[in-house]
């Protein structure tokens, strides 16, 4: 149990009501008015990131099933392209024709790993 540690207001002072609620992203104390409590102990704080990944994490979901439904056709994951299959996206498992997957070098240089769009993107949200 700790005390609610997101900061308001025009002097960024902390509220510091009693809470049992930790978010899941970022890992601060946070009262009921400072952010949501979903099923599954997913507790999100209301800042802006956090908030940003719980939607991502969302549509993430929803994603990875319309997508498996077309590499299951044997068909590329991406939505209107019936390319048959060549590559796997190293972040999400599914795979992609050579148009829709993105080739990028490992940070020791020693390795190719294949990205797709939708994960690449993704990157810009988890990496804050």
């Given at each position: 149990m700790g005390h609610c540690q997101i900061k308001k207001g025009i002097f960024k002072?902390?509220?510091?009501?009693?809470t049992?609620?930790?978010?899941i992203y970022?890992?601060?104390?946070?009262?009921?008015d400072d952010g949501n409590i979903y099923p599954q102990y997913?507790?999100?704080?209301?800042?802006?990131?956090?908030?940003f990944k719980f939607a991502d994490l969302q549509s993430h979901k929803?994603?990875?099933k319309e997508t498996r439904?077309?590499?299951?056709k044997n068909n590329c994951g991406q939505s209107n392209c019936v390319?048959?299959?060549?590559?796997?996206?190293k972040d999400c498992s599914l795979s992609f024709c050579s148009n829709h997957i993105n080739f990028f070098r490992s940070k020791s240089q020693t390795e190719l790993l294949l990205i797709c769009s939708h994960c690449q993107d993704r990157k810009?949200?988890?990496?804050?």
């Open positions: 002072q902390s509220c510091k009501q009693s049992e609620y930790s978010c970022c890992g601060i104390y946070f009262c009921i997913a507790h999100v704080c209301k800042q802006k990131k956090c908030v929803v994603w990875l439904t077309l590499n299951v390319s048959h299959l060549k590559h796997t996206c810009k949200i988890w990496d804050k």
